[in-house]
């Protein structure tokens, strides 16, 4: 089994990102690091938006 995520790399729960080989294949190098970056800014942008409120 692998964790659902969206096109940002959100899970079902508020706040929590997945990326790279625990999302599914194809389980590359380069696939996982395009994730991360998108998990990583996207992590940013909940954490500010929280903060602002």
């Known amino acids: 089994n692998h964790i659902e995520v969206d096109s940002n790399m959100a899970t079902n729960i508020a706040g929590l990102f997945a990326a790279g080989d625990v999302t599914g294949s194809p389980?590359?190098?380069?696939r996982a690091v395009g994730q991360g970056q998108i998990a990583s800014l996207e992590a940013v942008r909940y954490i500010t938006k929280i903060k602002s409120k």
């Open 27 to 30: 389980y590359q190098i380069m």
